[in-house]
């Protein structure tokens, strides 16, 4: 008789009985490898289309982060000063990663890497449409805010020139001709994950950085010149004193448009949604790199800008590169160059943003009216109709610090510290976490909510209290 179990042994009624296999236990908790991030959405896939690679992601969050915020935040450090500035810089910088590794990590437990999705399943309905609304309008505000600078740069705001002679007609009319010939090709792409989208995203974090080589050009030209600004560190003690809320509320404001800057979080989802396994670590790595890049490019503009401008920077600090100002600096070939050249670069990343923003916009809007995937007839026309009010609500708008911080104080907080900070105290603990583990897990979930109920309500005060105001810093 053979000894092997797999060979048929007569019972005693006659059947044959075939022995079952030896079966390998499972592996033991401590031989389970790191979770791999499976998107359970396939909508966003292609199978023509390859995986998006880190540099791609980091790419694309790198130029989402490098948005229309970074045009105020020189402002923001004339008003703070570069010590108080910089040290705000960080903390925030610090926050918007901890909330992208608390999504991360969700996404890793969960195999989601929709955000919308993930808000469902973590949070309930009702999360899913607080998240949903707070997409919608953060990224329709910014399309404003885009347009409202584009129209500056183009058209010139008052006192100020743009790039095109008052021939060419009012800023209601070039604003449309850009939103129909430029624009509406941009937003029309079906996926933010493909290769062109990512050239897109890499030419316009190159104008970026052109602009912050040429801000500290000017600086040192400044500087060696003993043309340099007189620069505070800090807010100026004297002038807090018998305005201690109203300081407090001002100040704090500020980390809103510190915040808009840095809330990004959907742009990481959509770039790795068409991966078959992206590991948390990727991700994270991913998550750091961008925020470490444009920490230092923020950094770099916003201290030269405001060492170039000192008091008179503007909170749209491309009015401050005007050809008078540049003249102080340079001969007046270089300085007309200067104008035209600055001015150019940044419409250029300011449109390549674009699809980075309309693309959740969009598919937010469509899955909170009608609750199914985006596609077909109907992507084209959510799409021109958001495009058509965002044009419609810029033609009327001219002052975008207020608008930043109202972004920032509401979706904002929202989307970068809140609901993340949810996520992380109420996902399910795996088998692997430690006790320890979990508490520092909870503990950073709570100080994301409390930072933001914190920054939301200043900025929502300031818009109500002191909006228009000059503060007193």
């Known amino acids: 008789m053979s000894s092997s179990p797999f060979e048929a042994a007569a019972s005693p009624g006659g059947r044959v009985v075939i022995p079952a296999p030896a079966v390998t236990p499972p592996p033991f908790p401590s ?113 404003v805010v885009y347009l409202v600078v584009i129209g500056d740069m183009l058209v010139g705001s008052p006192g100020e020139p743009g790039i095109l002679t008052q021939d060419c007609g009012s800023r209601r009319v ?51 010149n003993g043309a340099l600004s007189h620069m505070h560190w800090w807010p100026k003690g004297h002038a807090l004193i018998g305005h201690g809320f109203k300081s407090a509320v001002e100040l704090t404001s500020l980390l809103s448009i510190m915040l808009v800057a840095y809330t990004c979080h959907w742009t990481l989802q959509h770039s790795m949604q068409s991966a078959s396994s992206v590991r948390e670590r990727q991700a994270q790595g991913v998550s750091a790199g961008a925020i470490a890049a444009s920490t230092a490019t923020f950094l770099l503009i916003s201290i030269c800008s405001y060492g170039v401008f000192g008091n008179a920077t503007s909170a749209d600090v491309i009015n401050n590169y005007s050809v008078e100002t540049l003249s102080k600096l340079l001969i007046p070939e270089l300085a007309q160059a200067g104008f035209f050249g600055i001015r150019l670069g940044v419409l250029i990343a300011l449109l390549l943003s674009f699809p980075l923003h309309m693309a959740p916009l969009r598919t937010s809007l469509w899955q909170l009216v009608f609750r199914q995937p985006l596609q077909g007839p109907g992507l084209y026309l959510v799409t021109y109709v958001t495009l058509g009010a965002a044009w419609l609500a810029a033609a009327h708008l001219s002052d975008i610090w ?42 950073g979930g709570l100080v994301l909510i409390l930072f933001g109920i914190g920054i939301g309500a200043a900025g929502i005060l300031h818009l109500a209290m002191y909006a228009g105001k000059t503060p007193h810093f």
């Open 174 to 224: 070039v604003l449309a001709v850009v939103a129909v010939v430029l624009l509406a090709p941009l937003v029309s792409s079906t996926s933010t994950q493909s290769r062109s989208l990512a050239g897109a995203s890499a030419l316009g974090v190159a104008a970026i950085l052109l602009w912050a080589a040429v801000s500290l050009i000017l600086f040192i030209i400044a500087a060696n």
């Open 402 to 443: 207020s608008v930043l911080i109202l972004i920032g104080s509401t979706a904002g907080v929202l989307i970068s510290l809140i609901l993340p900070g949810l996520l992380s105290i109420g996902m399910e603990e795996t088998l692997t976490e430690t006790r320890g583990s979990k508490i520092r897990r909870q503990g």
């Open 31 to 143: 031989e389970v490898r790191e979770p791999l991030l499976t998107p359970r959405i396939s909508s966003y896939r292609s199978q023509s289309m390859q995986p998006p690679s880190s540099w791609e992601a980091g790419t694309h969050m790198v130029k989402s982060i490098l948005g229309v915020a970074l045009l105020a935040l020189p402002r923001v450090f004339s008003m703070l000063g570069i010590g108080a500035g910089s040290i705000c810089l960080a903390a925030v910088a610090l926050l918007a990663y901890a909330s992208l590794h608390a999504l991360a990590k969700a996404s890793a437990r969960t195999g989601v890497m929709n955000m919308s999705v993930l808000a469902r399943e973590e949070l309930g309905v009702t999360g899913q449409a607080v998240l949903d609304m707070a997409l919608i309008f953060n990224c329709f505000g910014m399309l």
